[in-house]
């Protein structure tokens, strides 16, 4: 199925995966390990992509009004007591069918079907700059071109930044570019950025909850926008998250000497 648009099917089976897994994931390492002192409820909510991405309530202030949130935050407190496995399974059969019907709404705005107009430096879009760091542009990612990966052309993501660069130096005067995302852990996308980007990388910080974003948790969907089940097996057998979000910024002028040393090479093959 690798380059084709996932169907409805296919999408209703990554929700359920993905959902089994925050509930498994955030009771046995978030309340258990890294989050003892939080409800259960608030694990999920807080520390798995769930409620955020999966279910798209990205506003947080809403969730006690929403039913199918009271429903997942209740049915946490009441079987928060229960085996890893027991609470993931009481969690599914409770909730399952809400979340089913959530997740066929949201079909034509999921991932590898829809892409934000936000998103308008290719698979780059930038926050505008902060009174405190104006030349700072802030950057997140996105896959889209979905069902292929960001990584498929190599001279795709040089395009990219490269367009993130131009437009806001001309809009706002940047002259740097920063990002936290879990990519900054994967050697393939690190090889797009200079070694002042690397040597300014946060430390991994495995003992650190992840947040509920994918910021966090990308690494989970792939190219398709379905489950990544390699991952999700791999976390549920160690207790480990394959990458870390971490954090790290270069100068334009840095990134724009690496990137032409990047297409340079290119050429020469």
Same mark, same amino acid.
């Given at each position: 199925?690798?380059?084709?648009?996932?169907?409805? &099917? !296919?999408?209703? %089976?990554?929700?359920?995966?993905?959902?089994? #897994?925050?509930?498994?994931?955030?009771?046995?390492?978030?309340?258990?390990?890294?989050?003892? =002192?939080?409800?259960?409820? =608030?694990?999920?909510?807080?520390?798995?992509?769930?409620?955020?991405?999966?279910?798209?309530?990205?506003?947080?202030? %809403?969730? !006690?009004?929403?039913?199918?949130?009271?429903?997942?935050?209740?049915?946490?407190?009441?079987?928060?007591?229960?085996?890893? =496995? +027991?609470?993931?399974?009481?969690?599914?059969?409770?909730?399952?069918?809400?979340?089913?019907?959530?997740? =066929? +709404?949201?079909?034509?705005?999921?991932?590898? $079907?829809? /892409?934000?107009?936000?998103?308008?430096?290719?698979?780059?879009? &930038?926050? @505008?700059? *902060?009174?405190?760091?104006?030349?700072?542009?802030?950057?997140?990612?996105?896959? *889209?071109?979905?069902?292929?990966?960001? #990584? /498929?052309?190599?001279?795709?993501?040089?395009?990219?930044?490269?367009?993130?660069?131009?437009?806001?130096?001309?809009?706002?005067?940047?002259?740097?570019?920063? /990002?936290? *995302?879990?990519?900054?852990?994967?050697?393939?996308?690190?090889?797009? #950025?200079?070694?002042?980007?690397?040597? &300014?990388? *946060? @430390?991994?910080? @495995?003992?650190?909850?992840?947040?509920?974003?994918?910021?966090?948790?990308?690494?989970?969907?792939?190219?398709?926008?379905?489950?990544?089940?390699?991952? $999700?097996? &791999?976390?549920?057998?160690?207790?480990?998250?394959?990458?870390?979000?971490? /954090?790290?910024?270069?100068?334009?002028?840095?990134?724009?000497?690496?990137?032409?040393?990047?297409?340079?090479?290119?050429?020469?093959?």
């Amino acid at each position: 199925m690798e380059n084709k648009v996932k169907t409805i &099917s !296919e999408h209703l %089976q990554s929700a359920e995966d993905m959902a089994r #897994f925050c509930f498994f994931y955030a009771i046995r390492d978030v309340a258990n390990r890294l989050c003892p =002192e939080k409800s259960p409820g =608030e694990c999920i909510a807080r520390h798995t992509i769930l409620l955020f991405h999966i279910l798209g309530f990205s506003d947080s202030t %809403q969730w !006690e009004e929403n039913e199918l949130c009271r429903m997942i935050f209740d049915a946490a407190e009441r079987f928060g007591n229960l085996s890893f =496995e +027991e609470f993931e399974n009481a969690m599914w059969q409770h909730c399952g069918n809400a979340i089913l019907q959530r997740a =066929e +709404e949201l079909y034509p705005k999921s991932r590898g $079907i829809y /892409t934000p107009p936000s998103w308008n430096c290719g698979c780059l879009k &930038s926050d @505008p700059p *902060t009174p405190e760091n104006p030349e700072l542009c802030r950057f997140h990612i996105y896959n *889209t071109v979905s069902p292929h990966s960001i #990584f /498929t052309d190599p001279e795709y993501l040089v395009l990219c930044f490269r367009l993130l660069m131009k437009e806001n130096r001309l809009h706002y005067n940047s002259s740097a570019l920063i /990002t936290s *995302t879990w990519l900054n852990d994967h050697p393939r996308w690190l090889e797009f #950025f200079p070694a002042e980007f690397h040597q &300014s990388l *946060t @430390p991994r910080n @495995p003992d650190k909850a992840p947040g509920m974003t994918v910021g966090s948790w990308g690494f989970l969907y792939n190219a398709r926008g379905c489950a990544n089940m390699k991952y $999700i097996r &791999s976390i549920r057998q160690t207790g480990e998250l394959p990458f870390l979000p971490r /954090t790290g910024s270069c100068s334009f002028d840095a990134m724009t000497r690496h990137l032409d040393i990047l297409s340079k090479r290119k050429q020469e093959k």
